[in-house]
């Protein structure tokens, strides 16, 4: 199979919509975007062995590489527009290419993501995607913004992925390891109130840090409120704390919300995020309800 027919077949998408001048097939890409709108963009690599198993189905593959960079836009507070794909191929295999692209197509239509040029390659299996939105001029959600009282939230629940890693037994788990959701639906209420916000990719504390650093503030955790999945929940507590606070590859939103705000922003978010903690003045310390220092790293605790 030419490279050229492998685009063409797998990569080449149906009904672009009206904002792209010329996608796939030129030598590179033209892009429309309105007035009064700053583009979002970033980009995320996946290579097989190190940012997922080998094993991964396909379908998963294409879903995952898509997925981790809307969460990216995401924590933004950007709506997904288009995206391109350097895809680096050991061989050509019409079953992976099919599975992958089918996994990459779904969740690019759900969110109206258009797939609009790239690279095609031969080495080792991996997977880059840039992704690229939209916001309103200076509406972009950043790191920076905390201030001390904001309340500290997280949506859905933290640590399966690292299970899922771990764990060939627990189906829930593996699923939100290979199929992880971006959080766009809640991106879309977050980013109208929220002074700071990032997405848990490489464990929460670590996320959190990211922020503390950022904004030159400290939190104070109530580390029994931390959302956790059945899955969770019915494990040994201090291994369940341990993924949860660490583990990566989560994809939820972690995001601060000033208190004078946090009445209406809970009658529209409800149970989509759970309140964890308050920012408070220290210097980038994190500590739990007794007063204990947690580390970026994990919990002291946890340390044996
Ligand atoms: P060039 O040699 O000019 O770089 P390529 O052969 O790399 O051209 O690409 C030809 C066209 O196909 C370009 O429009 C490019 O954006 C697109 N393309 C190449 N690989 C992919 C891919 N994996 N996914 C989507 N579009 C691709
Ligand atoms: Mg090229």
Not at 1 to 18: A, G, K, R, V
Not at 153 to 173: I, K, N, P, R, W
Request: aromatic content about 8%; proline content about 4%; overall charge negative.
């Amino acid at each position: 199979m030419h490279e050229f027919n492998l685009i063409q077949e797998y990569f080449t998408w149906d009904n672009p919509p009206s904002n792209i001048s010329v996608a796939v097939g030129d030598d590179a890409t033209v892009l429309d975007f309105p007035a009064g709108k700053q583009l979002v963009t970033s980009i995320d690599t996946l290579i097989s062995g190190v940012h997922f198993p080998d094993n991964t189905p396909a379908n998963a593959v294409g879903h995952k590489a898509l997925a981790v960079n809307l969460s990216d836009l995401a924590a933004m507070g950007a709506t997904p527009k288009w995206f391109t794909l350097a895809l680096t191929l050991p061989e050509i295999d019409r079953d992976w290419l099919k599975g992958f692209s089918d996994g990459l197509k779904a969740l690019a239509d759900q969110h109206h993501c258009f797939l609009v040029g790239g690279d095609t390659t031969r080495g080792p299996l991996s997977i880059s995607i840039q992704v690229m939105g939209l916001v309103d001029k200076g509406r972009a959600l950043l790191r920076s913004g905390a201030k001390a009282g904001d309340k500290i939230y997280v949506t859905g629940t933290l640590g399966d992925a690292a299970v899922g890693l771990q764990s060939e037994s627990d189906d829930f788990c593996k699923q939100r390891l290979n199929y992880p959701t971006p959080r766009l639906a809640e991106s879309r209420v977050i980013k109208d109130y929220a002074s700071a916000c990032i997405d848990i990719s490489d464990g929460f504390l670590q996320d959190l840090s990211h922020i503390l650093k950022a904004s030159t503030v400290g939190a104070n955790l109530k580390l029994f409120s931390l959302p956790l999945s059945t899955s969770l929940k019915e494990m040994d507590q201090k291994i369940a704390m341990k993924h949860a606070l660490s583990g990566g590859d989560d994809y939820e939103l972690l995001f601060t919300i000033p208190e004078k705000k946090e009445k209406e922003f809970l009658t529209i978010i409800a149970n989509k995020a759970t309140c964890i903690g308050v920012i408070n003045k220290s210097k980038e310390q994190i500590t739990d309800e007794s007063g204990n220092s947690l580390t970026s790293t994990g919990y002291n605790h946890f340390h044996d």
